[in-house]
């Protein structure tokens, strides 16, 4: 597929268990980016990558949460003791090189913590 | 800090008319960006127009255009020929100069009647 692919699009879990979310930028792009959308509000920044530097972790809200990328590609978002507070929409953009840097977003993966 | 401010909750268009929807924002920096994004119910964050702080033209995008006033800080987006299709939920955005993390606004939910 041509677009940014996140798996699980659904994932139910317990209070206390660890989650991992799997994000697939667009081949060849070298910005990645993940952010959480709660239930009828906008998107919270979480954390971002680019090529080699070191991660723009400014957004993680605890340090349950931590991010990686590995070979500049595939990223894989973890939240260790799932709270309940942690359901939301966790969604991934990835952006080409390019002035604009437009970001071009997956569907999500809808996390419920129960 | 940088902020995006969408004061219409929910909006309603009738079918074929057109339609804007509001956004301001505030930054200290010169230099910046501004996007409009579609959510329908799906989830997906669906790209739909970009203004750079530089661009001495609105931006178009087939039916879409962004107001920009660079003075009053607002970068509204007009939908032109309204589509049943065209309801969803949509974002207003400002990357930062840094890093490029997109800053949303709380969303409009528009409907769009027949």
């Known amino acids: 597929g041509a677009g940014v692919s996140q798996s699980p699009s659904n994932k139910v879990t317990e209070k206390g268990k660890d989650v991992e979310l799997r994000c697939d930028p667009i081949s060849g792009h070298t910005a990645l980016y993940w952010y959480r959308q709660s239930l009828g509000q906008g998107l919270e920044f979480l954390i971002y990558?680019?090529?080699?530097?070191?991660?723009?972790k400014s957004g993680l809200p605890s340090d349950r949460f931590s991010a990686e990328r590995t070979g500049g590609s595939v990223s894989t978002l973890t939240i260790q003791r799932t709270q309940q507070e942690d359901s939301a929409v966790y969604l991934c953009?990835?952006?080409?090189?390019?002035?604009?840097?437009?970001?071009?977003f997956g569907a999500g993966t809808r996390l419920s913590v129960l | 800090a940088q902020k995006i401010t969408q004061t219409q909750p929910g909006m309603f268009v009738q079918e074929k008319e057109a339609v804007t929807l509001d956004c301001t924002y505030d930054?200290?920096?010169?230099?910046?960006?501004l996007f409009w994004y579609k959510q329908p119910s799906s989830g997906e964050m669906i790209f739909l127009i970009y203004?750079?702080?530089?661009?001495?033209q609105n931006a178009t995008e087939g039916r879409y255009s962004l107001n920009f006033q660079k003075a009053r800080k607002s970068a509204n987006l007009v939908i032109s020929a309204s589509q049943l299709g065209d309801s969803a939920m949509y974002f207003c955005a400002m990357r930062e100069v840094q890093g490029g993390k997109l800053i949303f606004g709380q969303g409009t939910e528009l409907s769009v009647k027949p």
């Open positions: 990558f680019q090529g080699n530097s070191a991660p723009d």
């Open positions: 953009a990835s952006t080409p090189r390019g002035s604009k840097n437009i970001q071009y």
């Open positions: 203004q750079g702080s530089y661009d001495q």
């Open positions: 930054t200290s920096d010169p230099s910046y960006g």
